[in-house]
């Protein structure tokens, strides 16, 4: 069974920093791009970045030299490195599978296996 789990939100202040990571079971992560998507309250949920299978990076413009992402493969994991974190940046973040392996990121709704999402808020 195809799955993705999110951990790793929670509370912070304007400025620091968080992980999150998304383990994936029941199919093997590398082989396909992962987003991350994001959805404040009352808002349209939006892409945050991308990894590809091949390791291209694409951003969002508002978190460009402040997040990244990675993966750890022998963990079947990927991670989204927060820094510099903003009020604004306060949503739910789900990690997401494109539903065919080996593509580049593209739209969203290329991914097809959502994870459950983990509350991150900055706030002072």
């Known amino acids: 069974q195809v799955q993705l789990v999110e951990s790793g939100g929670g509370l912070v202040q304007p400025g620091g920093s968080l992980r999150l990571s998304c383990a994936a079971s029941?199919?093997?992560?590398?082989?396909?791009?992962i987003g991350w998507f994001r959805q404040a309250p009352g808002k349209e949920r939006e892409g945050v970045l991308c990894i590809s299978s091949s390791g291209s990076l694409y951003y969002a413009d508002s978190v460009k030299g402040r997040f990244t992402t990675s993966r750890d493969n022998a963990k079947n994991t990927v991670y989204l490195q927060m820094n510099s974190l903003k009020p604004e940046d306060t949503a739910v973040y789900y990690c997401?599978?494109?539903?065919?392996?080996?593509?580049?990121?593209?739209?969203?709704?290329?991914?097809?296996?959502w994870g459950q999402g983990t509350q991150v808020t900055v706030s002072s």
């Open positions: 029941g199919f093997t992560l590398d082989d396909y791009a």
């Open positions: 997401a599978a494109d539903l065919i392996p080996g593509r580049l990121c593209g739209s969203s709704r290329r991914f097809g296996s």
